[in-house]
């Protein structure tokens, strides 16, 4: 008999290793295909996954409501994956690698450049709506803001996005 995954988060928060393993096994790949949007780096998505399962681990018990547990597990993969590129923005670009790109890496690339215009909280509204599909109700939670706020300034952030392609040469990106 399968146990349901609102069972399963609830007998996590309330300590049960086991549950917490099966937790953590259900929500991996969602995990690290975050940690890889943030990091580009298999090796370091797989780094994100081993830190955000220990802090997961010794905070789980702090979870309120057993249904945002994906979304709580999710945030602290976002807080770690820009605390990591917060240490690396000393990093240089190769201007060399650059040639070597293809077309399908230079629009990510400006998908990447466009998006690190914005603000921490700006792009984590993006990645939680477009990237991981979050409802916006969800959004709200984890964010701890209303849902019209989220709406406003997920409405807000795409015109930015927008204007910030219109700027580079093109309305087509966005």
Known sequence: MEMNVKELHRKAIVGDDDAFLAVMQLHKESLLRTALAFLRNENDAIEALQEVTYRAYKKIRTVKEPSYLKT?????????CQDQLNLRKRFTVDASALKTVSAEDISYLEMREALATLSD?????IYLKYFQESKIKDIAQSENIP???VKSRLHKTMRTLRSYFEDI???DHV
């Open 147 to 149: 849902e019209g706020t």
């Open 72 to 80: 709580w597990l999710i945030r602290i993969m976002m807080n770690y």
């Open 121 to 125: 909280e700006e792009q984590r509204l």
């Open 169 to 171: 040469g093109g309305s």
